[in-house]
């Protein structure tokens, strides 16, 4: 007899749901609200607003109210306090949503930005590169000021002499400053409608203060592995192109493992496309941070008879969430909540080590790439900014000599627990050994993100390194991970709540304990200790095998363990009938096409029954005679 593993089939069709954000609450400088504009480029016949506060709905339906035609092709109107986000459209035709920055903005609809729009009657404004209040910890800090609308500008340091500057001035402070110590940068700017002054506070820190990177777990090993061999990518040029050509391994930072995805630790939950990080590369010129990261799908052979999962292709058909989180600023303690206190995309995603950039996209490139940047108390804001600078592209080839994973699914019954990939005598096989297993239905992505999207330097790249996690999703909730973190399958054996054999991992937050991946230099920062590796795993459990019904005349059509409901149970003893692995079932009650014999397509038309996509001749869930 086969391994049950090898045996199964199901199918459900998921849904992805994307939430669009706004996160910048406002305060209003008039007591009936706030004056936004809209720049109608596009001739539209009719322009409305509708507006909303973040985390509520509209106080008018959609599609709101008309704006006030101002002439010139811009439209104003109103907004009453305590609305933050809106939305322009004619009716048709619609902006995304927006977060209005501020009092007297205008939005242009051929370039996507806000600018102020009555400028001949504003004072001056002033902003700095990093925000009052921040600290950093290296010897200095390099702080840039601007000034808007001003006919003439000037800053001081701790009240020193001022000097005198036109747009921008970058100030160096900290040297030799003690540890501790604030610096404060006062700036003012005039022009005919009056003066502007700004005071800017922040204090010198000791390198390495709280960790250093925020990590608080070591990297796992075993056949994990973070910066192997020091390794942390390497200069090259990189052709964003679906060839893996330009790739080698030397420029590999992390290392996962296959047949880790989430699912696998459940009964029955395999029917889905694998999320199956397994191996992440960097390089850089110039211009460029070059990341490639491979993916495994090896459910041909640990599921061979799932076929879903494999007839349906590769991820990119599907517009699944993914995210990069990155340290550039080891002054920004960053932790992924957003301004607000939500997380990006409503993740559920938060790390101990310490990120400042985040970049957001899905599997099929149809959302993103977008770039979040945090603040200097390290939440991240959203811009809303689609990054077309950033290339993404993808294909079915790998580098990787070898794929190792654990040759079983299907949770207990294969003896599959939590935490068994930390074990080194678990069934651990190279599938490309395994004859089961296609490496062309592996698969690659490669990305270019230019630096000054990242806001860094090549030669600060490799002058003081970043680092790097890239987080796979399945919606709502993490799934995967380079370099592994033990959040990716900390809750993979409970119940989902929208659909029961499945995971919760889909669900559960997922804090990142792990260190980043280095790019660029190592990071001399110490991290925890290693802690024990988990036990090995217990033996299985056993599934109850169903008995058939005597004695009874009426039975309930797709009830093919006789308990009195049709669910997805159902479906799976049919499945373990046919693998042999079940003595018994109400075959009356399994055969719901009604042939001559029980087959994998009653079950499969159980399932979907299930997702309400059953077909209605069946009768499913009523009642028969025998």
Known sequence: MKKLSKR???????????????????????????????????????????????????????????????GDGVYSIVVPTGNDCIIFNNGGTQTDDLTIPGDKYIFDYSTKQWAIHDTDSIAPVITAS?????????????????????????????GGAQKSFTDSATVTIGAGVAVDTAITVT????NKNGTTTETYTYTKKAAGASNGNGATSPALEGYFSTN?????????KITIDGSISDWDSSMLIAQGVANDDPRVYRPNSMYEIAMDDYALYAAWDNTNLYLMWEMANVQDAVAPLDTYPISQGNLWINNMPVFLYISTDPSIEGHGN????????????????????????????????????????????????????????????????????IDEGYGEWNNRIPGDVLDESSAWIDFYKDPEHSKSIDMFYEMAIPFDVLGISASE???????????????TSGMNS?????????????????????SREKEDADNITVPLARIGKMDDTPTPPPT??????????????????????????????????????DATYIQLYLAMAASSIDVDAANVDKDSDVTIMDATNIQLYLAQQGNPDYNIGGTATK
């Not at 192997?228 to 090259?236: C, D, F, L, W």
């Not at 957003?338 to 409503?346: A, F, L, N, P």
Request: aromatic residues 10%; glycine residues 10%; negative net charge.
């Open 187 to 190: 700036v003012s700017a005039t």
């Open 482 to 502: 380079l370099p592994a973190d033990p959040s990716m399958w900390d809750n993979a054996h409970l119940d989902y709540s929208g659909q029961e054999p499945n």
């Open 8 to 70: 199964v089939l199901s199918l459900v069709l998921s849904l992805l749901i994307l939430v669009s954000l706004c996160t910048v609450m406002l305060t209003a400088t008039a007591a009936d609200g706030i004056t936004v504009y809209f720049k109608n480029t596009s001739n539209w016949s009719v322009v409305n607003a509708y507006y909303w506060p973040k985390g509520g709905s509209g106080p008018v339906a959609w599609p709101g109210t008309a704006m006030t035609n101002a």
């Open 532 to 569: 024990n590796p988990p036990t090995n795993p217990p033996t299985p459990t056993t599934p109850p095998t169903p008995s058939t019904p005597s004695g009874s005349t009426t039975y309930i059509i797709g009830d093919a363990d006789a308990n009195g409901d049709v669910n997805i149970m």
């Open 338 to 405: 957003v301004v607000g206190g939500s997380t990006i995309w409503d993740s559920g995603i938060t790390l101990d080590p310490f990120v400042d950039t985040v970049v957001a996209f899905s599997t099929n490139g149809s959302n993103g790439p977008f770039v979040y940047k945090a603040n200097d108390e390290g939440e991240i804001v959203y811009n809303e900014t689609r990054q077309s600078s950033i290339q993404l592209d993808w294909g079915n080839e790998v580098i990787s000599t070898e794929l190792w994973g």
């Open 130 to 158: 990093k925000k009052s209040g921040a600290s950093f910890k290296s010897e200095t800090l390099d702080v840039t000021f601007t000034v808007q609308y001003a006919d003439s500008a000037s800053y001081s340091i701790n």
């Open 228 to 236: 192997p061999n020091g390794q942390v990518g390497k200069e090259a």
């Open 461 to 475: 790249l490799t002058s003081n390194g970043i680092g790097l996690i890239k987080v796979s999703t399945f919606g």
